[in-house]
C-alpha cells in the first residue's frame, strides 16, 4: 500500500530534522529544506525534493521514505562473514564483493512492486554465497565469467514472476546458491 502525501512529506521533514541534529545539514540548509517540504503540492514534488538531502543520507532516508530510491547497495568482505536480512534498502543494484568471505543474503521480504528488475554484481575469489529470493523474483540471466566455480538455484520463482534479478560478475574458486522462499 502506497503512502500517502502527508505521511511522505511526514517522514521527510523528520529525516531533515535528523540530519540537521546529527550535522550534516546547516540551519539555512535544514530551514531551505523545510520550506521547500512544506511548499511542495505533491508526491513528485517531494521525490524531486530528496535529490537536494546529503548523499550519506540516502540510505537511512530510504527506510523512512517510500521516495527516496537508493542506486546501489555495496557488501564487502575480506575473509570475513557477512548477513544481512530484514528490510533491504530499495535499490536497483547490490554489489557483492569478497576474498575468502561467506555471505548470506535473505531478499525475501523486498519489495515486491511489478516490473522490478534488481542486478545482482559480482566479484568473488573463494567465497561463497547464499542469497534467499522472494518467489515474485525471477532470474533472467546466469553469470558468465566464473572459473572453477557453481552457481546453483533451488526451487522456483512464481509462475507469473514479473519481477527480474540479473546476475553479472566474476567469480573464481566460488559458490553461489540461490534458494526460494
Not at 91 to 96: A, Q
Not at 101 to 106: G, M, Y
Amino acid at each position: 500500500m502506497a503512502a500517502s502525501y502527508e505521511d511522505e512529506r511526514s517522514a521527510l521533514l523528520h529525516a531533515v530534522a535528523d540530519l540537521y541534529a546529527r550535522g550534516a545539514l546547516s540551519e539555512a540548509e535544514m530551514n531551505d529544506r523545510i520550506d521547500r517540504l512544506t511548499a511542495a503540492s505533491g508526491l513528485e514534488e517531494l521525490k524531486a525534493l530528496t535529490t537536494l538531502m546529503p548523499a550519506e543520507a540516502l540510505g537511512a532516508l530510504a527506510l523512512r521514505s517510500s521516495l527516496v530510491e537508493v542506486e546501489a547497495q555495496a557488501l564487502r568482505g575480506q575473509s570475513s562473514q557477512v548477513r544481512k536480512k530484514g528490510s533491504w534498502l530499495e535499490s536497483r543494484r547490490i554489489e557483492v564483493a569478497g576474498r575468502s568471505s561467506t555471505f548470506r543474503l535473505d531478499l525475501s521480504h523486498y519489495r515486491s512492486e511489478v516490473g522490478i528488475s534488481l542486478e545482482m554484481v559480482f566479484d568473488l575469489t573463494s567465497s561463497s554465497v547464499i542469497v534467499t529470493l522472494p518467489r515474485s523474483f525471477r532470474i533472467t540471466e546466469a553469470i558468465e565469467d566464473s572459473v572453477s566455480s557453481a552457481v546453483k538455484i533451488r526451487g522456483e520463482a512464481d509462475s507469473g514472476a514479473a519481477n527480474a534479478i540479473l546476475l553479472r560478475g566474476h567469480i573464481k574458486s566460488s559458490f553461489v546458491k540461490f534458494a526460494y522462499r
